[in-house]
Nanobody
Framework: QGLLVESGGGSVQAGGSLRLSCEAS?????????YAWFRQVPGKEREGVAA????????FYADSVKGRFTISRNDAEMIVYLQMNWLKSEDTAIYYC???????????????????WGQGTQVTVSS
C-alpha cells in the first residue's frame, strides 16, 4: 500500500548542513494525514524531529531543532525533505521518515501513531 525511501544522510562537521529526502509512493486510495521525521540513537527511544500536515501545511518541530531544521514537501514529486542546518554532534542518529494514514489524536511526536516507515538513513556529525 505504501513505501517510504530516505536518502541524503552522511557525515558532516559540526556547523554544516545536510538535506534528507523521503520519496513516498502510495496507492491512490491511501490518504496521508501527515509526514514526519524521527531519529534514533542506540539505546534510546525514537524521537520526533519534525512533522508536516498534508492539510494546511502546518509544521511542527522538536525544541532541540527549532530554528535549525526545516521540513517541507513537494506534492507533485511526492518527496518530503528535511533541511538540517547548523548541525551539532548531538544530531547524530539514524533518521527515519514516517507517514500516517489513520486518524490520530494530533500528537505527532508519538512513533506508534505512524503506520508507514522508511528504512532509515545515518547522519553523523563530528565536532
Amino acid at each position: 500500500q505504501g513505501l517510504l525511501v530516505e536518502s541524503g544522510g552522511g557525515s558532516v562537521q559540526a556547523g554544516g548542513s545536510l538535506r534528507l529526502s523521503c520519496e513516498a509512493s502510495f496507492s491512490r486510495s491511501t490518504y496521508i494525514r501527515n509526514y514526519a521525521w524521527f531519529r534514533q540513537v542506540p539505546g534510546k527511544e525514537r524521537e520526533g524531529v519534525a512533522a508536516i500536515y498534508t492539510a494546511g501545511d502546518d509544521t511542527f518541530y522538536a525544541d532541540s531543532v527549532k530554528g535549525r531544521f526545516t521540513i517541507s514537501r513537494n506534492d507533485a514529486e511526492m518527496i518530503v525533505y528535511l533541511q538540517m542546518n547548523w548541525l551539532k554532534s548531538e544530531d547524530t542518529a539514524i533518521y527515519y521518515c514516517a507517514a500516517v494514514s489513520t486518524l490520530f489524536d494530533g500528537n505527532w511526536t508519538v512513533a506508534s501513531t505512524y503506520n508507514y516507515w522508511g528504512q532509515g538513513t545515518q547522519v553523523t556529525v563530528s565536532s
